[in-house]
């Protein structure tokens, strides 16, 4: 395990680069998770970090030296706790993190059912709408323009692990794929769509989901073959947009669930 001490290190410099900066993620296509839980996690799907970093205090613990253990082929860096703090965006880190690839999804845009995020921004809702989706068995999640960057380590903290069993696309023309889908498009409204628990939800299904203050594009509106609104008790205005994505794709599984009894 090679020791870091110095802040001009170039390894460590990317690793503080990469936590800090999506473009620079982007153009290297790789990032960090942090977490015994989510590298355990990215392990458990068969990805490979390229390196691994622990803070020397935590090196010799039981968990961390379980997970160094699996990652044995693996360069290794252990840091000063100083400068894993300046790394982390944790109030108190854990201690360790990797390097990953950001993982490309298949050639070709999904048939089956789908998660469609316009310009959804907080960094804790794309990672809570990425959770729900992989628990509700919706495995492709396509994010449009302006929304947060999947692969940020934000995001990555929130869904808990739930984009290593997902086909994740980012900046996606959500307008051009609705317009190619075979299957049914369904554009979830505040106001004046059809009442959600009426739909029949049997075929594939695109969900289009939009911004938490603005809602969705009115051109996604009119590209999708289906408006829903969630009926709500007298006095409420919406939910949040991770909750009604729950609970339209839940409503879909619930579905699907009774027909097969």
Not at 31 to 55: F, K, N, R, W
Not at 102 to 120: E, F, K, Q, T
Not at 136 to 157: E, F, K, M, Y
Request: glycine share 8%; with cysteine.
């Amino acid at each position: 395990m090679k020791a870091i001490v110095s802040r001009d290190n170039p390894t460590f410099k990317n690793l503080r680069d990469l936590a800090r900066d999506v473009r620079r993620q982007r153009d290297e296509a790789r990032t960090l998770i942090e977490g015994p839980h989510l590298v355990t996690a990215c392990l458990d799907q068969g990805l490979l970090p390229d390196l691994l970093a622990v803070s020397e205090s935590v090196a010799a613990l039981p968990e961390i030296t379980a997970l160094l253990h699996r990652l044995s082929g693996v360069q290794t860096l252990c840091l000063r706790d100083a400068l894993f703090r300046e790394i982390s965006e944790l109030a108190t880190p854990v201690g360790i993190l990797a390097r990953i690839a950001i993982p490309v999804a298949p050639d070709g845009l999904p048939a089956g059912d789908c998660l469609l995020l316009d310009a959804v921004q907080d960094a804790g809702n794309v990672g809570t709408l990425l959770r729900t989706a992989a628990a509700a068995g919706v495995h492709d999640v396509l994010l449009g323009s302006g929304c947060a960057g999947a692969w940020t380590p934000r995001v990555l903290r929130a869904a808990q692990g739930a984009h290593f069993g997902l086909r994740i696309r980012e900046q996606v023309d959500l307008a051009d794929f609705l317009e190619a889908y075979p299957g049914i498009s369904v554009a979830t409204v505040a106001r004046e769509g059809i009442a959600l628990y009426t739909l029949d939800l049997a075929t594939p299904t695109a969900w289009i989901f939009g911004n938490e203050g603005a809602g969705l594009a009115p051109e996604l509106i009119a590209a999708a073959t289906r408006r829903t609104t969630i009926p709500l008790a007298a006095g409420s205005e919406s939910l949040n947009v991770a909750a009604a994505a729950a609970i339209c794709l839940f409503e879909m599984r619930r579905q699907r669930s009774a027909r097969t009894m």
